[in-house]
Nanobody, 115 residues
C-alpha cells in the first residue's frame, strides 16, 4: 500500500516563493526515486523534477534555476522549493514515487501564482 500526502500549496504573487512537501507512508523509502509533476487545466501532466535514491536531480527546462528538489529519508519526505514563481507555474502539483517499475501519485496540492 502506497500513501503520498502533499502539502504547502497556496496562492502567491508572481516572484514569490513556496515550498511543497510530500510525505510517503512506505517502507524502504530511501531506495526509491521521487518525482514532482504538475498539471494545469486542459493540459497534460508534466514532469517537473526528479531525484534519485543517490540524490541526483533533474529538472524540466522551464523551472531549472528556480526550483529545487530535495529529500529527507529520515522523514520520508520529498520537497520542492520554488522561487521566482510565474503565473505559468499555476497548476496542481503531484508527488510521485517510482517503486518497482511503476509510479504512484498523491492527491495533489494547488499552486496559484497571481500576476
Amino acid at each position: 500500500q502506497v500513501q503520498l500526502v502533499e502539502s504547502g500549496g497556496g496562492l502567491v504573487q508572481a516572484g514569490g516563493s513556496l515550498r511543497l512537501s510530500c510525505t510517503a507512508s512506505i517502507s524502504a523509502f530511501n531506495i526509491f526515486g521521487l518525482e514532482w509533476y504538475r498539471q494545469a487545466p486542459g493540459t497534460q501532466r508534466e514532469l517537473v523534477a526528479s531525484i534519485t535514491s543517490g540524490s541526483s536531480t533533474n529538472y524540466e527546462d522551464s523551472v531549472k534555476g528556480r526550483f529545487t528538489i530535495s529529500r529527507d529519508n529520515a522523514k520520508k519526505t520529498v520537497y520542492l522549493q520554488m522561487t521566482g514563481l510565474k503565473p505559468e507555474d499555476t497548476a496542481v502539483y503531484y508527488c510521485a514515487v517510482r517503486r518497482y517499475g511503476s509510479l504512484s501519485w498523491g492527491q495533489g496540492t494547488q499552486v496559484t501564482v497571481s500576476s
